[in-house]
């Protein structure tokens, strides 16, 4: 769509799945559900591409793909946007 916008992969967080370099079609205000792979920008800067294993009003609970890095439960509040991968370079 019109809003879609890509990415690049910065860092191991996501391997084996993305790798560093990758490029990631991400589209914002897309529906979300569970399994969705997401990209997360936080109200601090932090922005993190996970899988999504739940939203409510009060929270996103984000699984990391890479066993070395852990999964995240962010308060919404401190969650600036969430928009869903697309497409990747792979």
């Known amino acids: 769509t019109e809003s879609s916008y890509a990415l690049q992969v910065q860092g191991d967080s996501m391997l084996p799945l993305y790798r560093n370099g990758d490029v990631l079609i991400v589209e914002p205000g897309a529906v979300t559900r569970k399994g969705d792979r997401v990209v997360v920008?936080?109200?601090?800067?932090?922005?993190?591409?996970k899988v999504l294993e739940r939203q409510t009003v009060r929270s996103i609970a984000l699984v990391s793909l890479n066993p070395d890095h852990p999964d995240r439960d962010i308060p919404m509040r401190d969650v600036e946007w969430v928009a869903r991968i697309v497409w990747a370079s792979q």
């Open 41 to 49: 920008k936080t109200t601090s800067g932090e922005v993190m591409a």
